[in-house]
């Protein structure tokens, strides 16, 4: 695998996300992922990701702030922002398949519907304690 699959991993979620496509999104995944947050769900089959990659009414989206790849290990990481029912600012570590598909999405991600990216990662300020 490569940065440029990465990339282009990436860039096919992102405009699944973008179009409302939950079938395109779960086809940038492999059939037996890894899909989790440690803390709160997990999800190991193509299939089951469907219904959690349904859009909101008013749709949603995702912007990759900084990729990440590791052509030793080949694995990737990224930080990102999505938006849905509520804004998630996260980290993912990501591996593909031989496909090219996410074959492993473990992320740690922070529900934040009032600070965009740079305010978030700006850290806390003493106005906002």
Do not use: K, N
Request: glycine share 10%.
């Amino acid at each position: 695998m490569t940065r440029g699959a990465f990339v282009t991993a990436l860039e096919r979620a992102g405009a699944g996300w973008r179009d409302g496509d939950a079938a395109a999104v779960a086809d940038c995944f492999a059939d037996d992922v890894e899909y989790l947050d440690p803390y709160g769900y997990r999800f190991t089959r193509r299939t089951d990701l469907l219904p959690f990659f349904e859009p909101p009414p008013d749709g949603h989206h995702v912007v990759w702030h900084t990729i990440i790849w590791d052509d030793t290990t080949e694995t990737g990481a990224v930080e990102y922002t999505y938006e849905g029912h509520h804004r998630y600012h996260g980290t993912a570590i990501v591996r593909l398949d031989g496909d090219g598909r996410i074959a492993l999405w473990r992320e740690w991600q922070h529900r934040d519907d009032e600070l965009d990216w740079d305010a978030r990662v700006a850290g806390p300020v003493e106005e906002r304690r």
